[in-house]
């Protein structure tokens, strides 16, 4: 274990943690839009910038991105250059979403006023890449970035329909903004211009996956009678039974 110290705050944890991971086991805020839990780091949005001094020399950092492997680093969230770091940052992003309400709630907390463009049409979609890794991590390649600067934007292949999305809805999931919608009705779902068979759980009744994503799962949609949460209890009532001798 590596001792460091986050705002005045003694943390103990292991070589290669993050100081963003440091910071939430220390019960310390520090704001993030591209980092998610389930998803590989990229370091996109640059929101979680802290300051760290270490061996004498202070600079900015991804906090999301900068792993702990020195005893002794000092890290400070919330500095005035920090805090010019992230308006900078928000500034940016306001400027293109300011409906988003992440974005809304993040801009109040440090004063930052969006100045939308002349000609340009307000949005929710913040580039923070999170849908895209969330569709590489399931193994599916049905989203990915296209253009550059100002042009750049999330879409399937070629803008039109993938073939290779499974409806898992992983994509809208980790949006933190709500850009990613979708529609379920009549035993169906739709999202990104396709539009899946939902399979229902026998006992409780509820549409719980897609056809599609079960098979990428390698699942016969066929015989997948239950839900994973009926499964489980299923499952949980068999070892009752058979520790009664039933």
Known sequence: MIEITIDEK???????????????????EIPTLCAHEGLVREGSCRLCSVEVTERGKTKLVMSC??????????????????????RFVLQM????????PVLQALCSRYGVVPNVPENVEPELCI???????????????????AGRGWEREVTPPFHEA??????????????????????????KR?????????VVCDRCREAYATAEQLRHAGTDPETARLCPRCRKTAQQERIRLGNRGV
């Open 10 to 28: 003694k943390v103990s944890v292991e070589t290669g943690t993050t100081v963003l991971e440091a910071a939430r086991s220390a019960g310390i």
């Open 65 to 86: 991105m900068y792993p702990v492997t020195r005893e002794g680093l000092e890290v400070r969230t919330d500095t005035d250059r920090v805090r010019s770091a992230r």
């Open 93 to 100: 992003l306001a400027d293109r979403n300011p409906k988003a």
């Open 127 to 145: 580039r923070c890449g999170r849908c895209v890794r969330a569709c590489e991590t399931n193994g599916t390649s049905a989203l990915s970035f």
């Open 162 to 187: 993938p073939g290779d999305c499974v409806g898992c809805l992983s994509c809208a999931e980790v949006c933190p903004t709500g850009r990613i919608t979708w529609e379920e009705k009549d035993g």
């Open 190 to 198: 739709s999202i990104w211009g396709r539009t899946f068979d939902l």
